[in-house]
């Protein structure tokens, strides 16, 4: 069994449109760590939130199944199955959310050697009782320079 880490620079680009047609693109460049363990994948990083301070994201990555959890001021623990309903909550400072996730398209493409990656989710997102707002999600990663 392979037991890899790696540093590596990670962008993650997020866009989200509400029924109305809104769209919102959140753009973020972070440092963090790469690891695989046999066919289990892990990206781990800390992201700075406006207002709420550091949050640990982690992105577990195995067979059929993506999970986003993050885990500090902010706590989630978002599963991604193709054409499957999950259901979470979502706690913030400013409240606690029922969140379900439906996903639509999910992929996760690997660099040569495993030092860059790919990971790529379209979803829909029902918080608490609110209008399904559609998502999409890729982040990219790859081994830091030396």
Do not use: C
Request: proline fraction near 3%.
């Amino acid at each position: 069994m392979s037991n890899q880490v790696l540093n590596v620079d990670i962008s993650v680009d997020t866009e989200i449109k509400d029924p109305n047609g809104t769209e919102e693109v959140i753009s973020r460049q972070e440092k963090g760590s790469y690891i695989q363990r046999g066919s289990l994948h892990l990206i781990k990083y800390k992201e700075e939130m406006e207002e709420v301070g550091v949050v640990h994201t982690t992105v577990i990555i195995t067979g059929e199944k993506i999970t986003l959890k993050r885990e500090g001021p902010v706590k989630m623990h978002q599963v991604f199955r193709i054409g499957a309903n999950t259901e979470s909550i979502y706690r913030h400072p400013y409240g606690q959310f029922r969140m379900e996730t439906r996903t639509n398209r999910m992929e996760y493409y690997k660099g040569e050697g495993n030092r860059s990656g790919k990971i790529f989710i379209q979803y829909d997102v029902v918080l608490n009782e609110d209008e399904p707002r559609e998502h999409t999600l890729e982040m990219k990663f790859k081994e830091e320079d030396a």
